[in-house]
């Protein structure tokens, strides 16, 4: 008897805690994510910092990508919703030269056009702190920035506005 009620009570402990489980992820995720239309583009600005890969991976698994800055009216929204979360945050955007050093090329393999640059500080591939060098971008104050792809730092995805977009 004894035996059957604590099986019962760990069965019930294991639902509960599940269910406490499953409620913390879905109020975390939630938390930890502003989403922002535009147009016809959903953005994901994530609060949690992984690597640039991971993160675009990550992207994906919502059905985009890693955010693509194709005119001035789409980097001064997206540096408008960095300023807005906080001026100090970084975000990783699309942008990578990791193929080939010093040629720039968006997550969809289009070239970076010169025209439509906001580099905080000129690219250096500086590499003290990672020997494979600075081949990511990231917002930082409303400019673009080359850092590490290992660097740990929030994201923007960028995911196509439909109405089953989550």
Same mark, same amino acid.
């Given at each position: 008897?004894?035996?059957?009620?604590?099986?019962?009570?760990?069965?019930?402990?294991?639902?509960?805690?599940? $269910?406490?489980?499953?409620?913390?992820?879905?109020?975390?995720?939630?938390?930890?994510?502003?989403?922002?239309?535009?147009?016809?583009?959903?953005?994901?600005?994530?609060?949690?910092?992984?690597?640039? $890969?991971?993160?675009?991976?990550?992207?994906?698994?919502? %059905?985009?990508?890693?955010?693509?800055? $194709?005119?001035?009216?789409?980097?001064?929204?997206?540096?408008?919703?960095?300023?807005?979360?906080?001026?100090?945050?970084?975000?990783?955007? %699309?942008?990578?030269?990791?193929?080939?050093?010093?040629? #720039?090329? #968006?997550?969809?393999?289009? =070239?970076?056009?010169? $025209?439509?640059?906001? #580099?905080?500080?000129?690219?250096?591939?500086?590499?003290?702190?990672? =020997?494979? %060098?600075?081949?990511?971008?990231?917002?930082? %104050?409303?400019? #673009?920035?080359?850092?590490?792809?290992?660097?740990?730092?929030?994201?923007?995805?960028?995911? =196509?506005?439909?109405?089953?977009? =989550?």
């Amino acid at each position: 008897m004894a035996l059957s009620v604590l099986l019962i009570l760990s069965l019930l402990c294991t639902v509960y805690i599940f $269910n406490l489980q499953h409620y913390y992820y879905l109020l975390h995720s939630e938390i930890m994510e502003m989403k922002v239309q535009d147009k016809d583009r959903l953005y994901v600005f994530s609060e949690i910092k992984m690597s640039w $890969n991971s993160s675009r991976m990550c992207c994906q698994e919502l %059905g985009g990508d890693l955010a693509i800055v $194709n005119s001035r009216e789409e980097h001064e929204f997206l540096a408008g919703q960095v300023e807005s979360i906080g001026e100090s945050d970084h975000y990783w955007i %699309g942008l990578t030269d990791a193929q080939s050093e010093g040629m #720039w090329l #968006w997550v969809d393999h289009s =070239p970076l056009l010169e $025209n439509l640059t906001w #580099w905080k500080y000129v690219p250096d591939d500086w590499k003290e702190h990672d =020997p494979s %060098g600075e081949d990511c971008v990231i917002y930082v %104050g409303g400019k #673009w920035a080359d850092v590490s792809c290992s660097s740990s730092e929030r994201r923007i995805c960028e995911l =196509p506005h439909t109405s089953d977009t =989550p």
